[in-house]
């Protein structure tokens, strides 16, 4: 199938069944060094990272962080180490950890997993899924994975860009994990993002 009608098809099937953007370990690094992904860092972006990293100031300061899916770091850069006793960012791209490696110090650690794969030495207080959750074929079995790494009163942070899968993922999890905050934020461009801080029933 061309790509024309692969995302014909993929629009059209994508209103009614879940499609996650499914990509091999080696697509994730080549995208990373082609700098597909730089813009993350642009003011474009800094909304929803900024209400992130405020959830996370809040319900996690002097507290352990998991980031899954971190790419080269974005979301540690805005917190600057300031708001967290230990932060451990995970990515599957083994090119963007090493890129996120450069900001690692004594609380700070860039692990290269598979959140499907990862198992922590330790228990996290904030769990966050920043703009990678439709990217797993099954996100629920992942959040319920991720649940038993959460100490007793910890939180999920999840942000998710507004579109048909990212709607569809929200009403997956819904049924799983209680709602503590919720906001919506969208940009100059238009592009609009949901943040929900969640906690397993």
């Known amino acids: 199938m061309n790509t024309v009608w692969s995302r014909i098809w993929r629009r059209l099937v994508g209103r009614f069944t879940y499609l996650p953007y499914v990509y091999a370990r080696k697509e994730w690094d080549r995208q990373y060094m082609a700098s597909r992904w730089d813009f993350l860092g642009g003011i474009e972006e800094l909304a929803h ?24 770091g974005t979301l540690q850069e805005i917190l600057r180490g300031d708001s967290y006793q230990h932060y451990t ?7 963007a950890v090493q890129r996120a490696s450069a900001r690692q110090d004594a609380r700070t650690f860039f692990v290269c997993s598979d959140v499907t794969e990862f198992t922590p030495d330790r228990a996290f207080d904030v769990i966050v899924f920043n703009e990678c959750l439709y990217y797993l074929r099954d996100p629920v079995m992942v959040l319920k994975k991720c649940a038993a790494f959460i100490n007793k009163g910890g939180v999920f942070i999840i942000s998710m860009y507004a579109e048909t899968q990212t709607r569809l993922v929200w009403n997956m999890i819904a049924a799983e994990f209680g709602i503590y905050d919720e906001t919506h934020v969208t940009n100059r461009a238009g592009t609009s993002w949901t943040i929900k801080v969640m906690r397993p029933h």
């Open 49 to 72: 990272h900024s209400i992130i990293a405020g959830y996370v100031r809040r319900l996690g300061s002097g507290k352990c962080i998991l980031d899954v899916g971190c790419g080269t």
């Open 89 to 95: 960012g995970i990515d599957i791209s083994a090119e």
